[in-house]
Every structure is written in structure tokens, then in C-alpha cells.
């Protein structure tokens, strides 16, 4: 009986251990996402909600934004009172866009490892944008390496370009006309490569949502593709006329100088003839 008994033991231990096993192997359900952003097995670490309402932040950014624009206004105006309404206009966006690119966005390529845990006004306000972008939330080679020449060349390029619009600078077209078409390509970039990753993987880095796609992720950038384009023809334009002009007092001028050979030649002649 005592080796009978010690058989049932083995047994009953034996079927415990299986049942442990076979309960081990039964897949668990996915946890949900512990974060609101796309796509939903995104990975980020120490992520932590915005703990500010989504109208303060934007109350406050838009308030940074408009205190800007008045100050250049002012400051432009006493330094060239003659400047036109539409100068004036180009001043402020050059300026807006110097701002925005050598400090919000500068606060992304100096942060972005963080930006997730912050509390930060800035951290927040990325991290609200990234529901139409997670690839400003994980680093992305991309986003780091656009955004950190847009802070190092066309930040102070904007600054240069306002300032020699408020001076009337011969150099403002030329200058405009290179920060624009660096917007144009890198507003062309920042697309082609998010629509070009979604074509080829079906993967989305943007909420499906009208406000976060439509609003944020088109709406937001799509100024600087507008804007750009519009300055880019105006500045094209004045230096072709400004060329045409140039041209055209460099013929009269030869023209000029041509008449006056002509006219002392003749006069020579005349008194060789006597």
C-alpha cells in the first residue's frame, strides 16, 4: 500500500504542475494603451496626461504668439516709420516663424527625450500637437534631424529676413526668397514622409479624429506652404524687375556712350577735313 500511495502522490503532484503550466501558456488579453495616441502599440515610457485644460494651453500659446507679433509691430514701426501695411505683415511672420523655430521648436530638439513625463508649457503643447504626430513623442530620426536645421539655419534666417525688410535691405529679397523655399521643402518633407510611411505600412501617427488630423496635423502646418509661396512670387517678381531695370540703364548708357564716340569722331574728322 505505501508504494500504491506514494504512485497517487507522484500523480496528483504531477497533474498540479501540468495544470500550472497550461494555465501559463493561456495567451493573455492585450493590456489597453496607457496613452491616447496613434499608432495604439506605440511604446512611451513615463508618459504622464497633460495636467493643463486644452484652452488654457492653447490661450497661452496664442497669447505668446500675439504679444510677439505686437511688439514687432511697434518696434518695426519706430525703426522705419515709412513702412507699408504689407511689409509690415512680412516683418511679423518672419519674426513669428524665428520665434517658433528657435524656441518652441528648439525646446523639442533639447527636450525631446522628456517630453513625454513633462509638465512643461512646451512638453504639453507637444504633446497635444503629437495626437495629429507621435513622431515628435519618440524620438523620431526624422523629426530630430529636420527640426534641429530648421532651429540652427532657418531660425536666425527669419530674424535676418525681418530685419532687412524693417531696413529696406537690398539683401531681403534674396534672404526671403532662401527661407521660403526652405519652408516649401521642409513643409514637403514633413509630409511626404508621414503619408509615404502610412501608404507602405497602413500605420498611422495621427488620431483619426477631423480636429487632430484636419486641424492640427493639416491646418497647422499648411501656413507654412501658403505663405511662402505668396512671398516667393512677390520677391521673384520684384527682382525681375528690378533686373529688367538694371538692363535696360545699362543699353541707355551704351547707347549714350556710343553717341558720344560717334559724335567726337565726327568732329575729328571735320577738322582733319579743314
Known amino acids: 500500500m505505501g508504494a500504491f500511495d506514494n504512485i497517487v502522490s ?9 495544470n500550472d503550466t ?9 493590456l489597453p494603451p496607457q496613452h491616447p495616441y496613434f499608432p495604439q502599440d506605440l511604446v512611451l515610457s513615463g508618459y504622464v ?4 485644460p486644452l484652452h488654457v494651453l492653447l490661450a ?3 497669447g505668446m504668439l500675439g504679444c510677439t507679433i505686437l511688439a514687432t509691430g511697434v518696434l518695426a514701426r519706430k525703426v522705419n516709420p515709412q513702412l507699408t501695411a504689407s511689409s509690415l505683415a512680412v516683418v511679423s511672420w518672419f519674426v513669428m516663424c524665428g520665434c517658433l523655430h528657435c524656441f518652441f521648436e528648439g525646446y523639442f530638439v533639447a527636450n525631446h527625450a522628456t517630453i513625454v513625463s513633462s509638465q512643461h508649457l512646451f512638453s504639453q503643447l507637444w504633446k497635444e500637437y503629437a495626437l495629429s504626430d507621435s513622431r515628435y513623442l519618440i524620438s523620431d530620426p526624422f523629426m530630430l534631424s529636420v527640426e534641429a536645421i530648421t532651429v540652427v539655419v532657418l531660425g536666425p534666417l527669419s530674424f535676418l529676413s525681418a530685419a532687412s525688410t524693417v531696413l529696406q535691405s537690398p ?6 526668397m532662401i527661407v521660403c523655399i526652405a519652408h516649401l521643402f521642409s513643409v514637403s518633407l514633413y509630409y511626404s514622409t508621414s503619408l509615404t510611411e502610412s ?5 498611422w501617427d495621427s488620431r483619426p479624429e477631423p480636429q487632430y488630423f484636419w486641424l492640427y496635423y493639416v491646418g497647422f502646418n499648411l501656413p507654412w506652404a501658403a505663405v511662402p509661396l505668396v512671398l516667393l512670387n512677390n520677391s ?13 540703364m545699362a543699353v541707355t548708357l551704351d547707347e549714350s ?14 577738322k582733319k577735313a579743314e
Open 257 to 270: 556712350k556710343s553717341l558720344r564716340d560717334g559724335k567726337g569722331t565726327a568732329e575729328l574728322e571735320e
Open 49 to 52: 496626461e497633460n495636467e493643463t
Open 10 to 18: 507522484w500523480w496528483v503532484a504531477a497533474q498540479g504542475r501540468v
Open 60 to 62: 497661452s500659446f496664442a
Open 22 to 30: 497550461a494555465a501559463a501558456a493561456v495567451p493573455l488579453e492585450p
Open 199 to 203: 501608404y507602405f505600412t497602413g500605420r
Open 236 to 248: 521673384i517678381k520684384s527682382v525681375v524687375v528690378a533686373l529688367r531695370a538694371v538692363e535696360r
Open 171 to 176: 539683401l531681403r529679397h534674396p534672404l526671403r
